[in-house]
């Protein structure tokens, strides 16, 4: 074997050596690229579980009770308190679609944003506070919520929308096409259209 062959051997080796490397480098961003999306979508449910565990607290408890049940009268308290509580939803929700069209989140936690958001808007204290408080958003994304808004109905107020004062698992009754309905002490509510 001549110096000249060694010399075309080693380039051969060098370049498949290259190759290995290149495909090995492109695996790694792969990785990282997914452990980055597993994080984001990670935040935002931390982000998302913060502000439950925060709208779980007394007083504001309270405040969500009462705005659920379909209640129209508030104080100027609970105005403010509904009025940052919008706020951060919908602040977590225009995060969330940002990130999902620069494709760092799932479809799945997108939904899920969209629809905890849009459940909350079917309240017309809610979608009362939406257009006091409108022109405090982009532009873009204040048309995604008009849009959220226009395609469900507002909810219709149920007395007093079953919250009941304790909770047993055998309060929730096994209706056909759910696993579970709402949990309710009142009979007439355990009937209604609400399970």
Not at 75 to 99: G, K, T, Y
């Amino acid at each position: 074997m001549s110096l000249s062959d060694l010399a075309s051997l080693g380039s051969f080796v060098s370049g498949v050596a290259v190759l290995i490397s290149l495909v090995y480098l492109a695996l790694q961003v792969r990785q990282a690229e997914r452990n980055q999306r597993a994080l984001i979508n990670e935040a935002v449910i931390t982000r998302v579980s913060g502000m439950l565990l925060g709208f779980a607290q007394q007083p504001f408890v309270a405040t969500l009770a009462k705005q659920q049940s379909g209640a129209t009268e508030f104080s100027a308290e609970e105005i403010v308190q509904m009025n940052w509580a919008m706020r951060m939803r919908l602040l977590s929700l225009q995060d969330s679609i940002l990130q999902h069209k620069n494709g760092l989140i799932d479809a799945i936690t997108l939904e899920n944003s969209i629809r905890a958001v849009r459940n909350t808007m079917l309240q017309p204290v809610e979608r009362a506070l939406w257009l006091r408080n409108r022109s405090t958003y982009a532009s873009e994304f204040a048309t995604f919520v008009d849009k959220m808004i226009s395609e469900a109905p507002p909810a219709k107020s149920v007395a007093p929308r079953c919250f009941p004062r304790s909770f047993s698992v055998s309060d929730m009754p096994i209706r056909a096409g759910r696993e579970y309905c709402a949990p309710c002490s009142s009979v007439s509510c355990l009937q209604s259209a609400l399970c």
